[in-house]
């Protein structure tokens, strides 16, 4: 049985993480957030102790290290701008991080805290799960087993709504979430790499406060895409069925099927890490670099290969709009 610290335990993902401590047989033996709205807790590890303060739960830790407890794994489901401080804290507490995506925000990141790895002889892990997804794994398969060297022309396309909150909250400051592509995207460019092969091209034609479009070539695709967190890009027919997200990959017009399988990724990802096969540092450098490429892009515009949803038509930022 190994020792878990969790920081982040009142976030989104946060019940995933704590279920996958759970079901690997591990225990969780503190947990840290600023919000206090944490019943969660109960439902998995209620004997937990618990923090909302980053100075007390520092102190909890080196005093268990003290009383020789030792800290297996740190897992962060914390704001994306602070994933790179709290890997740095694991480490030096000689843990190992499990670390939601984004792994961190920018391409130099990666390299300090391979220092840090090399310093402390911890590893750093990222959930990647859609490599772990079996439609994903099939498809990559089949590319891998195609020896005619075809290059494939590949849409895909997220939509997952967000309502006026986003902007107001650390997802929606760029310094803190990297934008659009970032937040909800980097984990569909590991998978389109990890597919499909070697960056060729990074083109960016659409890019604003709710939606990005582009175009990735890869060794073996052709990728248009397009983010978006606005209800109003998802296609009525999708509308009409009542539902708010819409995920779509096609490869030469055949959809891809990946909505499904999701529940025990988190699972299988912590069961990968305990055995030492878990994703680290090397593994998401080129998700990294390409999401701060797309971040610090001048929009091309709708000009050549573009996605078609890269044309609907552009909405005023919300918070902008209620101005006056």
């Not at 391979?114 to 959930?127: D, Y």
């Not at 569909?188 to 960016?204: A, E, H, I, P, T």
């Not at 000009?303 to 101005?323: E, M, Q, R, W």
């Amino acid at each position: 049985m190994k020792n878990f610290a969790l920081i982040g335990a009142a976030g989104f993902i946060a019940p995933r993480h704590l279920k996958a401590i759970k079901d690997t047989g591990n225990t969780l033996i503190a947990a840290l957030d600023q919000f206090d709205q944490v019943g969660v807790l109960d439902s998995y590890f209620p004997n937990v102790d618990f923090f909302t303060e980053f100075e007390r739960f520092d102190r909890h830790i080196d005093k268990l290290k003290r009383q020789e407890v030792k800290i297996d794994y740190v897992s962060i489901c914390t704001p994306n701008y602070l994933h790179d401080s709290h890997i740095r804290f694991a480490l030096r507490h000689q843990a190992d991080s499990i670390c939601e995506k984004p792994l961190v925000l920018n391409p130099w990141n990666i390299n300090a805290l391979a220092e840090i790895e090399n310093e402390t002889g911890r590893k750093v892990n990222n959930i990647l799960q859609l490599r772990l997804h079996p439609a994903i794994q099939q498809l990559k398969k089949r590319i891998e087993n195609d020896k005619t060297g075809k290059v494939y022309d590949v849409d895909l396309t997220y939509i997952t709504s967000r309502g006026n909150w986003y902007y107001t909250s650390w997802k929606g400051d760029v310094s803190k979430s990297g934008g659009i592509a970032t937040n909800i995207g980097v984990h569909f460019y590991d998978m389109l790499q990890w597919v499909f092969g070697k960056l060729r091209s990074n083109k960016v034609h659409v890019h604003t406060h709710d939606r990005a479009a582009g175009f990735l070539e890869f060794d073996k695709a052709r990728v248009r895409w397009f983010l978006s967190i606005n209800y109003d890009t998802i296609p009525d027919e999708i509308k009409a069925q009542g539902k708010r997200t819409f995920r779509s990959l096609k490869m030469e017009g055949e959809e891809i099927e990946f909505s499904d399988g999701f529940t025990d990724l988190h699972t299988r990802s912590y069961e990968a890490i305990l055995q030492g096969q878990g994703f680290g540092l090397d593994d998401v450098r080129t998700a990294i670099q390409i999401v701060h490429d797309i971040r610090i892009a001048e929009p091309l515009g709708l000009i050549g290969d573009y996605h078609p949803f890269a044309t609907k038509k552009l909405a005023v930022h919300p918070l902008k709009s209620n101005v006056g």
